[in-house]
Every structure is written in C-alpha cells, then in structure tokens.
C-alpha cells in the first residue's frame, strides 16, 4: 500500500488542533495560579466580588510564581504559535477529524484570557 506524501495524514490533522487547545488550557491554568496570589484577588476586589476562595490557591502556588510564569508564557506562546500555523482545511486528507470554527475560537478566547491572567500576574506582585 503506497501512501501520498504530498497530503498529511488524518492524525496528523488532528494533532495539531487537539496541542493548540491543550497548550493554551495548560498555559491558562498556570496563568491563573501566578496571578492568584496577588493580582487577581485585587481585580476581583475592585469589582465587588469575594476572592476569599482564593487563599487555598495562592498558598500553595504563591512559592512557585516564577516557575508558573515561565511555563505560562510558554505553553500560551506555544499554543498561539501552533493554532497560527495551522494548516488549512483543505490540506487535510479526506475524512480527516477537523476542528470546527467553534473550537478555533474558543482557543483564541482562551489565548487571549491567558495572557491577561499572565500580564496579572507579572504586574501585581
């Protein structure tokens, strides 16, 4: 059986989609650890709602925020990079699974909300 080097294969239309979503949810939840300590109960604070349910979190993440930094930015970096480079739909193989137009905004959504949390949680310390 002879393969077409010149389409990609179905997985590997899949990959792509599934690393940008898991990239930009990792580089989301470390985000919101470094900037639960400091910046994010002063944002919350000053629209009116209780951040008391974020001391059990700043605790335990308080120590390592450079560390939660660093992987923030580059798991967000990463995830913008590989949703950016995606390859169009039409070079994907015929029947490939493909990423609806939802999912695709939903990763840019939560980009765009890492990157808040980040620049949060850099600024307040």
């Known amino acids: 059986m002879q393969t ?8 590997a239309c899949a990959v792509r989609d599934t690393g940008a979503t898991l990239l930009t949810l990792s580089g989301l939840a470390a985000a919101f650890g470094a900037a639960s300590c400091c910046g994010l109960p002063f944002l919350l604070a000053t629209i009116g709602v209780s951040s008391v349910w974020l001391v059990g979190i700043a605790t335990l993440a308080a120590p390592h925020r450079p560390l939660l930094l660093a992987v923030a930015a580059a798991c967000l970096v ?5 949703l950016w480079r995606r390859q169009p739909a ?3 193989a015929t ?4 990423s609806k137009p939802a999912v695709r ?5 939560g980009l765009v909300a890492g990157l808040a949390l980040l ?6 310390a």
């Open 4 to 11: 077409n080097p010149t389409k990609p294969s179905p997985t």
């Open 90 to 92: 039409i070079a994907c």
């Open 105 to 109: 905004g939903m990763t840019l959504i």
């Open 119 to 124: 620049t949060i949680g850099y600024l307040y």
């Open 78 to 82: 990463a995830g913008a990079v590989l």
């Open 95 to 98: 029947g490939a699974v493909r």
